[in-house]
């Protein structure tokens, strides 16, 4: 019988390592999420919050992608697009978003604003996916801003007291908003977001972001099937329920659920007006560190579950397929709170425990 000592955010415990154990082999390869990226160009033009974007800095940079349905990669009904842009005061956030009926009649701050089709920007700026904020905005230019202690599938709870005071949106509409009578061409929404209140969130340095800095962001498109009522819109209902609503995102999820802040796309300041010749910063370990994120899904919500049915102490070995021909080792230790997994990498060693927080040792 060997023991090891591991130390893990200032937990001290003692693993007891099981002998000739036969290795569990998994593929994880359909999990895992290669997230998008973006970077954002700093401007230094007073920028009008008016829905426009139509400032010199606005016209240089550039669109996302189109949005996909959170699901995977699958086309959208109708087209969403968003830029940034950032100064030191402010992320600021445009996205046009194509749309034949435009609607909304939620008027109230902080209500439950994707109960009408909205746009939502998710933010980490720690990029450690615990302590994130979020900003929904309708038609009407009703904004709910929250704050996530972590994420729900861990018991996260949302703060609808966190405000972004200095926040400033506005929305544009090419039609005529709650006018089922004709046909619309789409809205825009343009948002600045503080800095201050964001910077807050980061782990140290809490300090204006600098070149080359990631942050974790992504966007999504809430949209319903709706009905006209009395000359009014309304979500659609069958049997008396409403219909499921879409949605649509910048960076692929793969699942109904947008607080899977692993799935996050990333995003990279610049102190240059233009990212023509700026080279994103690649994560060699990103697949490991995903790998790591997909063990710890499947072993608290799917196929590995059964693991956490063994006494404290128990280990077992994995051999996990992560890509085609791509394999890496991984180690699950049952522990008195749960469980961890060590991946290892050229040069450190990951550790991922049952709350999805990733721990980082050099070799």
Do not use: C
Request: zero cysteines; charged letters at 25%; glycine letters at 6%.
């Amino acid at each position: 019988m060997k023991y090891y000592l591991f130390i893990f955010i200032g937990l001290l415990f003692t693993i007891n390592i099981s002998q000739g154990q036969e290795t569990l082999k998994v593929d994880v390869s359909k999990d895992l999420v290669i997230p998008k990226h973006y970077i954002v160009t700093k401007t230094t033009d007073k920028i009008d919050i008016d829905g426009l974007a139509d400032e010199p800095s606005w016209k240089t940079a550039l669109f996302s992608d189109k949005f996909i349905d959170i699901e995977g990669v699958k086309k959208t009904k109708y087209d969403t697009q968003v830029k940034m842009l950032w100064n030191n005061d402010y992320l600021y956030v445009y996205a046009e978003m194509k749309e034949p009926h435009i609607w909304g009649n939620l008027k109230q701050r902080d209500t439950i604003i994707y109960y009408n089709n909205d746009f939502e920007v998710f933010l980490d700026p720690s990029s450690t996916g615990i302590g994130y904020g979020e900003v929904e905005i309708n038609a009407l230019n009703t904004v709910w801003d929250l704050y996530l202690n972590k994420p729900y599938r861990i018991g996260g709870k949302a703060n609808f007291e966190w405000n972004l005071n200095n926040l400033k949106s506005a929305v544009k509409i090419y039609g005529t908003l709650n006018n089922p009578n004709d046909i619309d061409s789409h809205w825009t929404v343009e948002i600045a977001i503080p800095l201050k209140p964001l910077i807050g969130l980061k782990n140290r340095p809490k300090s204006i972001p600098k070149e080359g800095e990631q942050w974790r962001i992504n966007f999504s498109r809430v949209q319903w099937d709706h009905d006209i009522i009395n000359g009014k819109y309304d979500r659609k209902k069958a049997n008396g329920k409403y219909l499921r609503e879409y949605n649509w995102v910048w960076s692929n999820q793969k699942v109904i659920n947008m607080h899977e802040p692993e799935k996050w796309g990333f995003l990279q300041f610049t102190e240059q007006s233009t990212s023509k010749n700026i080279d994103y910063i690649e994560d060699a370990d990103l697949l490991i560190k995903q790998t790591a994120f997909a063990l710890f899904r499947n072993t608290r919500y799917g196929d590995l579950k059964h693991l956490l049915s063994n006494s404290q102490g128990f280990t077992q070995k994995l051999e996990v397929n992560y890509s085609t021909n791509k394999q890496t080792e991984a180690i699950f230790y049952k522990t008195n709170f749960g469980f961890e997994y060590k991946l290892s990498s050229q040069n450190k060693t990951y550790i991922i425990n049952q709350e999805g927080v990733l721990k980082t040792i050099e070799n």
